[in-house]
């Protein structure tokens, strides 16, 4: 089993940055996928992006796609969240996830996806 923490969220202005860590112990990290998710209140988590073990494939969720960037550092045993031009829209708490396969291919992710989570971290975007 791996343990995920995340960390970078805050307050932040429309507009503006920020950027969230994943870091993981346990479970091999370089060898599955890595995602992030989000959960606003009163709303069911979603998915936001994911990457594959080596990095070299993304995919992103419509609504973050162009603004955010997911990647990853396997020797740190770290995947980040760059997000640029936040959103009100985007203030949720994030979850990093541990994915059940290497890569599953560009499409949206579900939760069954991931078998790890991590607590989150809260994104707060005033207006």
């Known amino acids: 089993q791996v343990q ?3 960390s ?6 429309a507009g503006g940055s920020l950027r ?15 995602g992030w998710f989000r ?3 009163g709303k069911e988590r979603e998915f936001v992006a994911v990457i594959s073990w080596i ?7 419509d609504s973050v796609k162009g603004r955010f960037t997911i990647s990853r550092d396997n020797g740190e045993n770290t995947v980040y969240l760059q997000m640029n031009r936040l959103k009100p829209e985007d203030t949720a708490v994030y979850y990093c ?3 059940r396969t290497s890569y599953g291919g560009s ?6 996806d991931f078998d790890s989570w991590g607590q989150g971290t809260q994104v707060t975007v005033s207006s």
């Open 55 to 61: 990095g070299d494939n993304t995919y992103y969720a």
């Open 8 to 13: 970078g969220g805050g307050l932040v202005q």
């Open 4 to 6: 995920l923490v995340e």
């Open 20 to 34: 969230l860590s994943c870091a993981a112990s346990g479970r091999t990290f370089s060898s599955y996928a890595m």
């Open 97 to 99: 996830g541990q994915g």
């Open 39 to 41: 959960q606003a209140p």
């Open 107 to 112: 499409r949206y992710y579900t939760e069954a």
